[in-house]
């Protein structure tokens, strides 16, 4: 399958600053999505990652909280912006290719102090 | 993409079949069953997938019902390594996000 490589893989940050999250596949994919896990909870989507375009949000989600970047077909950025203690949670990259469909990335452990 | 319900937990002895069931009562007819699984502090794993017939790889059997509203993964010989969260995911052909439900908190026993 695509493997994900996710940056960093864990971060502390303090409250009101922004945290930026790497994404990279190592193969060209089709769609790319990211994904929040609050502690004990299960997978919510954020949003899907649009090359060379605005990123398509979910119901709860907004651009300017999360902003997201996607230059190419492999490579995607979610930035966590004025970080509070709430936002505190794994955020999870996943890619969709014809050959290997979902694949996930490891996850980022965001910790907002 | 219809809505899925599974169990919270299951326990299974190591060596016996995981048996884990999912409802999926409003599915169409282009939509996918997808399973998924969570090992501790990592990302999800694909592990099977079916539209209408039964399907078995080398790490599963998916085991769907003829209505289709209904499927069951089936692990033959579990694991302590298969202890995880299992995630029943269905999605359209034409589709392309995936939602996940809450999932099966599946512990295997020695």
């Known amino acids: 399958s695509a493997v994900i490589s996710q940056k960093p893989s864990r971060d502390i940050c303090q409250r009101g600053t922004s945290l930026t999250i790497q994404c990279q596949v190592d193969?060209?994919?089709?769609?790319m999505f990211w994904y929040r896990q609050q502690p004990g909870q299960s997978l919510t989507l954020i949003a899907t990652?649009?090359?060379?375009?605005?990123?398509?949000?979910e119901s709860g989600f907004v651009i300017d909280k999360f902003p997201i970047s996607r230059p190419n077909l492999t490579f995607s950025t979610l930035t966590v912006s004025n970080m509070s203690p709430e936002d505190s949670s794994i955020y999870l990259c996943?890619?969709?290719?014809?050959?290997?469909?979902?694949?996930f990335g490891s996850g980022t452990r965001l910790t907002v102090v | 993409d219809a809505k899925t319900t599974q169990p919270t937990s299951m326990d299974c002895a190591e060596g016996r079949a995981a048996n884990l069931p999912c409802n999926h009562s409003?599915?169409?007819?282009?939509?996918?069953v997808y399973w998924y699984r969570q090992i501790h502090s990592q990302g999800p794993q694909y592990i099977i997938h079916?539209?209408?017939n039964n399907e078995t790889n080398e790490m599963a059997s998916l085991i769907i019902t003829e209505d289709r509203k209904s499927s069951t993964l089936i692990l033959p010989h579990a694991t302590l390594r298969d202890t995880a969260v299992y995630y029943c995911?269905?999605?359209?052909?034409?589709?392309?996000?995936?939602?996940f439900g809450t999932g099966t908190s599946l512990t295997v026993i020695p």
């Open positions: 996943s890619a969709r290719s014809p050959n290997y469909g979902y694949t």
């Open positions: 193969s060209q994919v089709t769609m």
């Open positions: 990652a649009n090359q060379g375009s605005e990123a398509t949000y």
């Open positions: 409003t599915i169409s007819g282009n939509e996918y």
């Open positions: 079916g539209l209408k």
């Open positions: 995911i269905v999605r359209s052909n034409t589709g392309n996000q995936f939602y």
